[in-house]
C-alpha cells in the first residue's frame, strides 16, 4: 500500500468522524429545542375569613391549560397548599372546590350543615414564577338559577343552519314556592370569541360593579300570577312551536317547545306570534327580527328591579352614532348569571364580571343541537338542588340533546 492511499484512507475517516461528530451535535441541539421546560406550581387555599380556621385542607384545586385542554387536579394538604406537578407554561384557569359535610362545617362555622365551597381563578399566564392563592368561598342554593341553555342551534337536512329552536330554562332550586312574575331575563352585551378578525373583547370589561345588557325581556304578571314550586322549572322560548314537526320548523330539531311557558316573540314583521304560548314582556329589544342570542355563546343574567326605567342607559365606547345604548344594570339586582363561549381559548371574551360568574362553559362549535344543563348537586325529599357555585365552567356541562321541561 502506497503513502499516498494511506493518506487518503486517513483523511477519509478523520472526514467520517467529523461528520458524525456534527450529526450528533445537531441531534442534541434538536432534543435540545424540543425538550419543554415544565414547573411545579404551589396553590395556597384558605377558609372565608369568618371561619374558625385559615388553612383549608382536603380541597380539590384543578389547574386547566386552555391552550393543550388539559387538566390536572391536587388536594390540599393540612396547611393548605396543593402541589400540582410537571406543569407547562401556558395560560390556565384555576379553581377549587370543597362538600364540608354537616361535622366538618360545624367545626368551622358552628352550623351542622353540608356546605359547598368553591373558588375561581381567570384565566391567566401561569410558569416557574407564578404565586397563586385562592380563598374560598361559601356557595348558595340561589333563588331561581338557570336550569338549561340552549343556543346551538340544528342543521337542516337540506345542509342550513336553523336558530329559531333556542331556549332558556329557570328552575326553582329553593324548598319553597317563588313567584315568577317580574323576573327579567337579559342578554349580555359583547361577542363571544374571535369570531372574526377584527373581534375585540367587550369595551365594559373594566366596569366590575355592574353589567351591560343589550335586550331584556320580563315574565308577566303582577306578582302572584306566575308560581313556580320548589324543584319546578319555567321553558322560555325563543320561538314556542314544535320545531320537529311544524312545517316552518327543522325537521332535524330536537325540541318541542309547542307547550313552553313563553316565548320572546319581537313584535317586528318576520316574526310569529304563538296564539298558545304567553308573550315574554319586551322591555329594551336592540336586535333584528327574532330574539336571537349568538349560536357562539351567549351571556345572559335573571335580575330583579322595582323600577327598571331608573337603570341607566350607557352608550358603547367607540361605537358608531347609529348603535344603540346598552342598559347598566347593578350586580347587587342580579340572582343568576351564565356564559358561554366561542371555544376553550376565548377567556379573554369574557363579559360577565367575576362577582356575577367567575366562568365559562363552551360547546367549541355551532349548530350542532347540544345544549348545556346545570349538574345536580344533592336530592332533598326527592327534590334537585341544583349545583351554584357562581362559575358556568364548574356548574353546567355539556349534553348532546336538549331536555326542557325536563327537571330530573
Not at 146 to 156: A, D, H, K, L, R
Not at 291 to 297: A, D, R, W
Not at 359 to 374: A, K, L, M
Request: net charge negative; hydrophobic share 35%; proline share 6%.
Amino acid at each position: 500500500m502506497t503513502s499516498t492511499t494511506i493518506r487518503s484512507r486517513f483523511f477519509s475517516v478523520l472526514l467520517l468522524a467529523a461528520v458524525l461528530a456534527l450529526s450528533l451535535s445537531a441531534c442534541d441541539l434538536v432534543s435540545s429545542d424540543d425538550e419543554v421546560s415544565t414547573f411545579d406550581l404551589e396553590v395556597e387555599v384558605t377558609y372565608p375569613d369568618d371561619f374558625a380556621q385559615t388553612e383549608a385542607e382536603g380541597v380539590t384545586v384543578e389547574a386547566t391549560n386552555l391552550t393543550e385542554d388539559d387538566t390536572q387536579t391536587a388536594e390540599t394538604n393540612e396547611a393548605g397548599i396543593a402541589v400540582l406537578e410537571d406543569l407547562i407554561p401556558g395560560q390556565y384557569e384555576l379553581s377549587a372546590s370543597q362538600e364540608l359535610s354537616g361535622e366538618a362545617a360545624e367545626t368551622l362555622t358552628g352550623a351542622a350543615t353540608t356546605v359547598q365551597l368553591s373558588a375561581t381563578l381567570p384565566p391567566q399566564t401561569l410558569d416557574a414564577a407564578a404565586e397563586v392563592a385562592l380563598q374560598l368561598d361559601v356557595a348558595t342554593a340561589g333563588t331561581f338559577v338557570f336550569q338549561e341553555v340552549y343556543y346551538t342551534g340544528s342543521e337542516t337536512p337540506e345542509g342550513d343552519f336553523y336558530f329559531r329552536d333556542q331556549f332558556v330554562e329557570i328552575y326553582n332550586n329553593t324548598d319553597e314556592t317563588l313567584f315568577a312574575d317580574g323576573l327579567y331575563l337579559a342578554d349580555i352585551h359583547g361577542v363571544s370569541g374571535q369570531i372574526n378578525p377584527d373581534s375585540e373583547p367587550t369595551p365594559f370589561q373594566d366596569e366590575q360593579d355592574a353589567t351591560y345588557a343589550d335586550n331584556v325581556w320580563r315574565i308577566p304578571g303582577d306578582g302572584t300570577d306566575v308560581p313556580v314550586d320548589p324543584g319546578e322549572s319555567l321553558v322560555i322560548a325563543q320561538h314556542g312551536i314544535d320545531h320537529a314537526d311544524d312545517p316552518d320548523g327543522n325537521p332535524n330539531s330536537p325540541v318541542n317547545l309547542g307547550d313552553a311557558d313563553f316565548e320572546m316573540y319581537t313584535g317586528r314583521d318576520q316574526d310569529v306570534d304563538v296564539a298558545d304560548v304567553p308573550n315574554m314582556d319586551r322591555v329594551y329589544f336592540t336586535g333584528g327580527f327574532y330574539s336571537l342570542v349568538t349560536v357562539f355563546g351567549p351571556a345572559l343574567v335573571l335580575f330583579e328591579t322595582d323600577d327598571f326605567d331608573a337603570l341607566d342607559e350607557v352608550p358603547v365606547p367607540g361605537a358608531p352614532e347609529f348603535v344603540d345604548p346598552v342598559i347598566e344594570i347593578p350586580n347587587d339586582l342580579i340572582i343568576d348569571g351564565f356564559e358561554a363561549l366561542q371555544a376553550e381559548d376565548s377567556g379573554d371574551f369574557k363579559r360577565l364580571p367575576l362577582s356575577v360568574d367567575e366562568g365559562f362553559v363552551t360547546t367549541g362549535d355551532i349548530y350542532t343541537s347540544e345544549s348545556t344543563r346545570r349538574l345536580v348537586q344533592s336530592e332533598v325529599d326527592g327534590r334537585l338542588v341544583l349545583q351554584n357555585t357562581n362559575n358556568t365552567g364548574n356548574d353546567f356541562e355539556v349534553i348532546d340533546t336538549p331536555t326542557p321541561g325536563f327537571a330530573e
